[in-house]
Every structure is written in C-alpha cells, then in structure tokens.
C-alpha cells in the first residue's frame, strides 16, 4: 500500500464471501499523479481472482460557501463550481430555480446599447461558477446549508449593455468594484427578509453566495483573479482581485 493508506480491516484476511474492506489514504504533494493498486483473492480451492484499481492524486483546492435563504424568492450567486451542480439536488425538492435571459435580437437603438434588450427567466438546469439565479424555496423555515466547489481559476465573465446576474467569487468593496468596471451604473441586490430591492452604495461590500444584478451603459469584460493561501484546504479565506480587459 502507499504510505499513509489503510485497509480496515488489513489484509490479507479470509472470511465469508463476500470480503469488505475500507481503503482510506492521506495524501501528501509527493503523491501527486496516477497509482495503480492490485488486490488478488483466492478461494477454498485456490483458484485466484485480480483486480486493478487506479487512482488519480491530483492537486486541488476546495472551497465553501455558507447559505442562509428565506421562505420565498432569493437571489442566488455562485462564488465557484459547485461539486453539486443540479439545482434541484442542492436548493431541495419543490424549489424553484431560474436565471436571467436577455435577447437583443430586437436591437434599434446603436447610441444607447443598454435600452436595446428584452428580459425573461428560465429554468436554469446547471449552476455555474459567478453567475446568479433567483431561487424559490417553499419551506416556511427557509434553508440553511454549506455547499462545496472547487475553484475555477480567473474566469472571464463577458457582461452586456443593461440588466446582468452576477455571482461574485467573495467580498469585493463596491468601490473596487464600480473603479475596475467603469461601464457600470447601479448594482443591486434582492433582500428576502425585506421583499425588496436595495442599491448598493460606494462604501458597501459585495459578497460571494449573493447575486447582483449590475446594470451596465455598455458591454465589458470582467475577470475575477484569486489568491488563496497555500494552506487554502484548511482555510477558506481569500484575496478576490478584479481584472477589467480593455475593448
């Protein structure tokens, strides 16, 4: 076995069939890459059996998110990718979850971009890393949960003039935010306790799990770049930067 791994309980052992065993291993840097483990059985008549199992150590960082949603409609970012991408398996049985359309198709006025889109909501299938999703959820209680990612490294989010769902990687100031992204004008997000709309303002935060809609006079691109500790396993703090690519 590879150093660090057990077998509960260890082999060799003899028994009823069929045998069980638990594998479990503790990785360190140095295991990265491919292994290939060989277990034989023999049986009373000493006729044998093999098998191969491979195992792939590769390098990743996974993150959380805390969730705390109302009875009703919420507003929903993705600060990663989830592990658990169907919205129906992690929001619960009965919620609903849809996300932002926007047609410009109809487009007629080239000076003001922003006024030339149609909006509408559709079932959303998947969840993606920064976008955004209103989420119904039935439950009187409301939901309380932690979901599991991993990090999408600096994606880039191509933004259109008007309405956008947005997702944020963690806490970015909104003044960092409206400096990177000079296109847009009003960031704003839906509080469920309220039942409203509230604007953010210059010395607000925004922060990961919440979605904004940003409102944009014209198209830009945004990329999110961020700095982990190299303990970042054990800790799910981060550095979020912002990256504006020039049109």
């Known amino acids: 076995l590879p150093a660090g791994a057990t077998v509960t309980p260890s082999l060799p052992a003899t028994g ?13 840097p140095g295991d990265l ?7 034989t059985a023999t049986d009373s ?10 195992i792939q150590v590769v390098d990743e960082v996974l993150v959380s998110q805390s969730f705390d949603l109302c009875e009703g409609w ?39 971009p ?38 999408p490294g600096d994606l880039t989010l191509a933004l259109g003039a008007g309405w956008n769902l947005v997702g944020t990687p963690g ?3 909104m003044a ?13 997000y839906w509080d469920c306790s309220e039942a409203k709309y509230v604007d953010l303002a210059r010395r607000d935060n925004l922060q990961g799990g919440i979605g904004y809609f ?13 700095d982990r500790p190299s303990d970042a396993r054990d800790n799910a703090e981060a550095t979020v930067k912002i990256k504006k690519v020039r049109h």
């Open 45 to 54: 008549t000493l006729q044998q059996a093999q098998l191969s199992v491979t």
């Open 74 to 112: 919420n507003l929903v970012g993705m600060p990663f990718e989830p592990l658990v991408n169907d919205p129906a398996a992690v929001f619960g049985e009965g919620s609903l979850t849809v996300r932002l359309v926007r047609d410009t198709s109809h487009a007629t006025d080239p000076r003001r």
């Open 214 to 226: 940003c409102y944009l006079v014209k198209a830009a691109t945004l990329r999110f770049s961020i």
């Open 176 to 188: 960092a935010f409206r400096q990177t992204l000079s296109q847009v004008h009003t960031v704003t």
């Open 171 to 173: 806490l970015i100031s």
């Open 114 to 151: 922003y006024k030339n889109v149609r909006y509408s909501y559709e079932d959303a299938t998947q969840l993606k890393a920064y976008e955004a999703y209103f989420v119904y959820i039935p439950d009187s209680e409301g939901l309380s949960f932690t979901l599991n990612g991993r990090d």
């Open 16 to 28: 009823a069939s069929p045998l069980q065993a638990n594998f479990t291993w503790a990785t360190s």
């Open 33 to 39: 890459g491919p292994h290939v483990l060989f277990f």
